[in-house]
């Protein structure tokens, strides 16, 4: 009866971490440079006790949220026409310089100019260059290239002058070194720094849509809530076959 019981139990609580998870996606089905996340689940034996191998029990398995697997699969880009907007165009990550000296990554290319000219996201993050933060001067019309080089032109006097102020870094690690951190934001296993990428190119005038499927991810969230449904039936099950067990025992 208790290898229902576990089974069931920790299958319907994984199954509730697998929903918040669906949840989460479908919230950001339309953040710029999202990336879905799914969790797979598998089964694992309860061990035994510490120095008690009686204690081990074979045939009682937990269901146990195995992995979070992200989708790396790249989003619609979607043209807005401004200057501080760029899209990471195939594979590839921008870099941000985090206040603790470390960097991080991301593919929501939706910049802004802080007070002092810093190239930064929208959550004050500055974007890393190739010497450091990018410190736009006032007064001048900015352009970003392809390969990351960001120009000003004057507004006024010589307007035919094109300067180069930097250059975005561009990465392009192994899919299977990153992880998502708590900020949305993705980092190498081990504080690795990834070196700048030429092959990594920008679309300026664009941002990359979110690549969730609203639809697979509503399809998913019915799914879940039947496997809840199921689980929690079987352990009603094992419960009324428990009370019906006891009371055969006491009657004999």
Do not use: C
């Not at 929903?19 to 953040?31: C, E, F, G, I, R």
């Not at 870099?95 to 190239?119: I, W």
Request: proline fraction near 6%; hydrophobic fraction near 40%.
């Amino acid at each position: 009866m208790d290898r229902l019981i576990y089974t069931a139990m920790s299958g319907a609580s994984q199954t509730l971490g697998r929903q918040a998870s669906v949840a989460h996606n479908l919230a950001n089905a339309t953040s710029t440079g999202y990336r879905a996340e799914e969790h797979r689940l598998r089964a694992v034996q309860v061990l035994p006790g510490a120095g008690n191998p009686a204690s081990a029990l074979p045939t009682r398995a937990f269901v146990v949220d195995a992995s979070t697997h992200t989708n790396y699969t790249p989003g619609p880009l979607q043209m807005t026409g401004r200057s501080l907007d760029v899209a990471v165009q195939g594979q590839g990550w921008i870099a941000l310089a985090m206040p603790d000296g470390s960097e991080a990554y991301t593919r929501n290319g939706n910049f802004e100019l802080s007070a002092n000219g810093v190239l930064q996201t929208r959550n004050g993050v500055p974007v890393q260059g190739d010497g450091g933060a990018i410190t736009v001067p006032p007064d001048v019309k900015m352009t970003i290239a392809n390969d990351g080089t960001v120009s000003v032109v004057p507004e006024t006097g010589a307007q035919n002058t094109v300067n180069a102020i930097g250059r975005i870094k561009l990465v392009n690690p192994p899919e299977a070194n990153l992880e998502r951190g708590g900020d949305g934001l993705f980092r190498v296993r081990g504080g690795t720094v990834p070196e700048n990428d030429p092959k990594v190119t920008l679309a300026g005038g664009y941002l990359e849509g979110s690549n969730v499927n609203p639809v697979e991810q509503m399809v998913n969230m019915i799914s879940l809530a039947r496997h809840f449904e199921m689980q929690m039936k079987a352990l009603t099950t094992a419960d009324a076959d428990d009370r019906a067990a006891t009371q055969v025992i006491t009657n004999l």
